[in-house]
């Protein structure tokens, strides 16, 4: 999402243009009665006509006319907020996904913890750099791992790499699991802790 959406909000819809530019017509078409009953009350009042009965039934008209239409249009800007939001939540999701991917083929390729320590922090300061936030937000997770591998000089595994990070995501409660029985099932190794027990094995002494 680009700051200006972020900042202006989404446009609105055709459809939420064209609902509001109808309420505003009519609303307009009343005020026209309205003005047109009151020069006819005030320079050619005909017999047996109520004109406050008249003027206020149209004004009536207009205030409900006028409610509708800010109903409609806080509406639709709630409504352009939760697309938003979700958009918003969306690229997190993704960018997060394509990051614990990448974090799973630094864990896999290192020779023990400490080049994996450093490796994971070269590749943190690398992801947020302009032109790989970009490339990340532009493209499918298996064409941003691919090309980050492919940059960065890790085997291009993507497929691999993106199980291992919804794997992680799922044990980090950002994914659901596929059979539903969490409480159940051991907890599946996470990327981070995958690579950690390859150079780094337990103390069983």
């Not at 996904?97 to 083929?105: D, F």
Request: with cysteine; aromatic share 4%.
């Amino acid at each position: 999402m680009s700051k200006t959406q972020t900042d202006q909000g989404p446009a609105a819809t055709p459809k939420e243009e064209g609902d509001l530019r109808v309420l505003a017509e009519l609303v307009e078409i009343q005020m026209s009665i309205a003005r047109a009953t009151q020069r006819e009350a005030l320079q050619a009042p005909q017999p047996g006509v109520d004109y406050g009965q008249r003027i206020a039934t149209v004004s009536r008209a207009v205030r409900l006319t006028l409610l509708l239409k800010a109903k409609l249009s806080q509406q639709a800007k709630e409504k352009r907020k939760a697309a938003a939001q979700r958009e918003a939540a969306q690229e997190d999701w993704h960018a997060l996904r394509v990051k614990l991917a990448m974090t799973s083929a630094v864990y896999e390729v290192s020779k023990d913890g400490d080049e994996a320590d450093r490796r994971a922090a070269e590749m943190a300061e690398q992801l947020e750099r302009p032109e790989v936030v970009e490339l990340v937000e532009a493209s499918r997770a298996e064409v941003a791992v691919a090309a980050l591998c492919r940059r960065w000089g890790y085997p291009v595994q993507a497929e691999r790499w993106l199980e291992m990070a919804d794997a992680a995501m799922e044990n980090l409660g950002f994914l659901p699991s596929e059979d539903g029985e969490d409480d159940e099932d051991p907890p599946k190794p996470g990327p981070a802790g995958a690579g950690r027990r390859k150079p780094r094995p337990p103390d069983t002494g």
